[in-house]
């Protein structure tokens, strides 16, 4: 993984470590288009702290905005999570070879 990879990777994971925000991604994921006022609403965090999360998921290209009057709707950005995807689906080869060995071990345990 070059300097160019390892940037994303770095901003997505840091940007989805924060719970709140997690969670916030995670309901935004969850609708089609989701309002600050919605997110809000029974989050037991303020608006600021909201709009807070919002602007760091969108620079993480996380989610994106579409302004309409006096709202800005929010909706995820699936492509952004595409570095954790990728780093996950590498190391997931290297996982399924160790429980390959480990299946085949026990059953010589086994034996």
Do not use: C
């Not at 290209?61 to 570095?83: C, D, K, M, S, T």
């Amino acid at each position: 993984m070059n300097m160019t990879e390892a940037a994303p990777i770095s901003a997505v994971m840091r940007t989805l470590a924060d719970p709140t925000r997690r969670a916030v991604f995670e309901r935004i994921a969850m609708s089609d288009e989701i309002t600050v006022a919605d997110l809000t609403r029974g989050s037991g965090v303020t608006q600021g702290a909201i709009s807070q999360h919002l602007k760091s998921l969108k620079q993480a290209g996380l989610v994106a905005e579409r302004p309409e009057g006096r709202n800005v709707f929010y909706r995820a950005q699936p492509e952004g999570l595409a570095p954790l995807v990728d780093w996950m689906s590498h190391y997931g080869v290297f996982w399924r070879e160790r429980f390959d060995d480990l299946r085949i071990l026990l059953k010589e345990i086994d034996q």
